[in-house]
């Protein structure tokens, strides 16, 4: 498996746990269309992400509404910064 | 693995409500007494409102909704708090079973809004095996929340040991919300994660937001009852709290736990020194009422009028706060303080009474008090609470409207608290925006009725109050201090004509 490759399982393996499985979430979906990915459930991911990637996200990203695909871009810069 | 019976496919709903009498019995059978479940006035003080429901009691009643053969082989169980569930409030359990999974789920949905999510496996959950040290303390059961300092943080490594088994009525409320098929050691469980969020770690300002139960054994001796909880994670931006722990149930199964939690921060009280003068100033000859006066911005601005000499009303609903004698010392014989629930007509007559009584004129109302906004999703079913907010808001400035405009003066300001989600609506706030709006054409109408009225408009930033002391509102939240020195001041030195002001947050 590529390392591209093994970035996206584990991306979703996260998204999975804490929003939940069957939901097929795409790089453009997040808050305003995924059942359940709401204020709390967000902290949550953040923390998730920055557990599982061994990273450091910015304050701003705790309370940003992005989609899946703006939080893999900002899961990706801030693994090449670290 | 064992493969859960399948049945059908095809989801099914079921209702739910849980009422006081619940929350309370659950409460004594499980020993999470925490306040914010089972006492209205501690409920008030936190972005909630309301008495909330136990999260394990929503378990129990999510699990309910489930059939007896498959909850017999549940060994698993993941669940998901994203939305408090308040006392006598309406929740749908949807159940569905996910082949690939090969588990079933039971969404509770409120408000429009997914609120929790009950995952029942049949097998061990991974990563949920991990053994803190087995526990050794038999420190007895709290009966107190435990409640920190603001300093104390917990600290990663941080380990709690301590005896815990249910009362046998637990057992009769699995069984009342049908769960009692359930594993006796998963229902002990659910009771203990309550019991530690509420009454350990955190304790009185914890929030459970999920956990992961897993029953990984069973000896037919006698276990000890007891338990050992480390904490994994701890995030001091949000007080998220990650902890590992093992519970020995009294009938000898281990159950292994990941429980994730937050803490509210303490919000340090206002500084009523930053807008109380040392030595008070003359008196101005004048009245005002703050409605909402004893908690964030309206207890700021009610420190700010009393600075200002004026003989000032405040208005709260539960508790005076920071309004005690202690903090406002020498000005403590121009405050007044009223309790009196201002939605209610009835309860605004001794206020009116006392104004007129003590014959100064009034110079201004400010309408600082509002319901705490919970998360909602506009569906046709949540339509009904939204409304209800709404009017419940309109209540809050309408009442105390109607009781006294007609005695105030001339040259008289009303400050009504608008928010600057107005201009910016956050996505789950509906209510609060159609809440604000309606207040704010409150205000232009009140320009209409009193045409020599300064009626200002205030959409305040995010400010840092209980009704924002939660992980993700805080961060960014301004104190009310400043803005509502800087506000008093300009309604002071006649900085509005008179007619309609609407401030935007940022010339605050």
């Not at chain 1, 746990?17 to 204020?39: H, K, P, Q, R």
């Not at chain 1, 599982?52 to 992005?66: G, K, S, V, Y």
């Not at chain 2, 009950?118 to 087995?134: E, H, K």
């Not at chain 2, 907010?389 to 608290?417: E, K």
Request: glycine share 10%; hydrophobic share 45%; with cysteine.
């Amino acid at each position: 498996m590529s390392v591209a490759q093994d970035f996206d399982r584990i991306f979703d393996e996260v998204l999975e746990d804490i929003l939940g499985w069957d939901l097929a979430i795409g790089d453009d979906d997040g808050s305003g269309t995924v059942e359940g990915w709401d204020s709390l459930s967000h902290v949550r991911l953040i923390h998730a992400l920055e557990t599982r990637f061994a990273i450091r996200l910015p304050d701003a990203a705790l309370l940003d509404e992005p989609t899946a695909g703006s939080l893999k871009r900002l899961v990706r810069e801030q693994l090449a910064a670290s | 693995m064992n493969s859960l019976p399948l049945h059908s496919a095809a989801s099914q709903t079921h209702q739910l409500r849980f009422s006081e009498d619940d929350l309370l019995a659950f409460a004594d059978a499980s020993g999470d007494w925490n306040p914010l479940h089972i006492d209205a006035d501690f409920a008030r003080g936190t972005p909630f409102g309301r008495c909330v429901v136990h999260g394990s009691l929503l378990t129990l009643g999510a699990l309910g909704c489930l059939p007896n053969d498959v909850l017999t082989e549940v060994r698993g169980l993941e669940l998901t708090f994203g939305g408090a569930v308040l006392v006598g409030e309406p929740v749908t359990a949807e159940t569905r079973y996910s082949d690939k999974a090969n588990a079933w789920e039971v969404r509770l949905s409120g408000r429009g809004k997914l609120l929790t999510r009950v995952v029942a496996r049949p097998g061990v959950l991974p990563g949920v095996d991990s053994r803190p040290s087995d526990p050794i303390s038999r420190r007895p059961m709290r009966v107190e929340p435990f409640a920190p300092e603001l300093a104390d943080e917990p600290a990663v490594g941080d380990q709690v040991e301590g005896a815990y088994g249910s009362k046998p009525a637990f057992a009769e409320i699995a069984r009342h919300r049908n769960a009692g098929a359930l594993d006796p050691a998963l229902v002990e469980a659910l009771g203990w994660a309550s019991y530690i969020v509420g009454m350990e770690v955190p304790g009185l300002h914890g929030v459970f937001a999920a956990a992961k139960l897993s029953l990984l054994e069973r000896d037919p001796k006698d276990g000890a009852g007891g338990y050992s909880l480390r904490a994994r994670e701890h995030d001091p931006r949000t007080e998220r709290l990650v902890a590992d722990g093992r519970l020995e149930t009294r009938s000898g199964a281990t159950v292994a736990a990941v429980i994730e939690c937050f803490r509210r921060r303490q919000l340090p009280e206002l500084d009523a020194a930053a807008l109380l003068p040392a030595t008070p100033r003359p008196a101005s000859g004048r009245s005002v009422v703050v409605i909402g006066g004893s908690r964030g911005f309206g207890a700021a601005a009610t420190l700010a009028l009393l600075g200002g000499g004026h003989e000032t009303h405040a208005v709260y609903s539960t508790t005076a706060g920071v309004l005690g004698a202690a903090n406002v010392g020498a000005h403590e014989e121009r405050l007044i303080l009223h309790r009196a629930d201002a939605q209610d007509p009835g309860q605004l007559t001794p206020l009116r009474e006392a104004i007129v009584e003590r014959g100064l004129p009034l110079r201004g109302i400010v309408l600082a008090a509002a319901l705490p906004p919970l998360a909602m999703g506009l569906t046709a079913e949540s339509a009904l609470p939204l409304s209800e907010y709404v009017a419940a808001s309109i209540r809050l400035v309408a009442v105390p409207l109607g009781a006294l405009m007609p005695l105030l003066d001339d040259q008289g300001f009303i400050l009504f608290c608008s928010s600057s989600a107005v201009t910016a609506p956050p996505r789950d706030w509906p209510h609060y925006v159609a809440a604000k709006g309606a207040l704010e054409y409150l205000a232009s109408w009140a320009v209409a009725a009193a045409p020599g009225v300064r009626s200002v408009v205030v959409r305040l930033p995010k400010l840092a109050t209980a009704m924002t002391n939660s992980p993700s509102m805080r961060i960014g939240a301004t104190a009310p201090e400043a803005i509502a020195g800087r506000l008093i001041a300009r309604l002071e030195g006649d900085d509005f004509p008179s007619g309609l002001t609407i401030l935007e947050a940022e010339e605050l």
